[in-house]
């Protein structure tokens, strides 16, 4: 049986992985370059990704609250003068207001699911269709044959129903 590496065998390994995914290096070889199995290469690399995933996000976030401040910072320095009627400065605070939207994904479209748990399948999508239309057209059938009916029975009346629609 293996050895189990320790925290800090594990982190070294780690390293010399991750420099090797960069370079693009495939995954048979970082495993006989590090001297470890294949799935221990897997597992690393999910490792890695999910630590530059985290870094990714926490850079992401502090950068935010950097501009967040900036634009706070700006709005406040052009806030008397907006409310003195200055044209420009009410651009600035309006342009600011804008990009502090952006930065907080305001303007980020709605995700909306309109998936149906019921269709399981192109071909249950295409039957649920199928049965809308079916309906639709019944519907439309029944609306049609109410004004033949509608019509038929103003011409008893003794006015010329089919009037409106020919000589």
């Known amino acids: 049986m293996a050895k189990r590496a320790t925290p800090v065998e594990r982190d070294e390994r780690r390293r010399k992985v991750a420099i090797l995914l960069i370079a693009g290096v495939t995954t048979n070889n970082i495993a006989e370059t590090v001297a470890v199995n294949r799935k221990t290469v897997l597992l690393d690399s999910k490792a ?42 009410s651009t600035t605070v309006l342009r600011v207001c804008d990009q502090r939207a952006r930065l907080l994904g305001l303007y980020a479209p709605l995700h909306l699911d309109v998936r149906d748990e019921r269709l399981q399948s192109k071909s249950d999508f295409d039957r649920e269709i199928k049965e809308h239309l079916a309906r639709l057209d019944a519907a439309d059938a029944a609306a049609a044959e109410a004004e033949a009916r509608a019509i038929l029975a103003r011409g008893k009346d003794g ?9």
């Open 159 to 167: 006015r010329d129903g089919l009037s409106a629609y020919g000589p």
């Open 48 to 89: 890695i990704r999910a630590e530059w995933a985290a870094a990714r996000i926490e850079a992401y976030d502090r950068y935010a609250a950097e501009q967040l401040v900036i634009l706070a910072e700006v709005q406040r320095a052009n806030w008397e003068a907006t409310m003195r009627g200055d044209t420009k400065a």
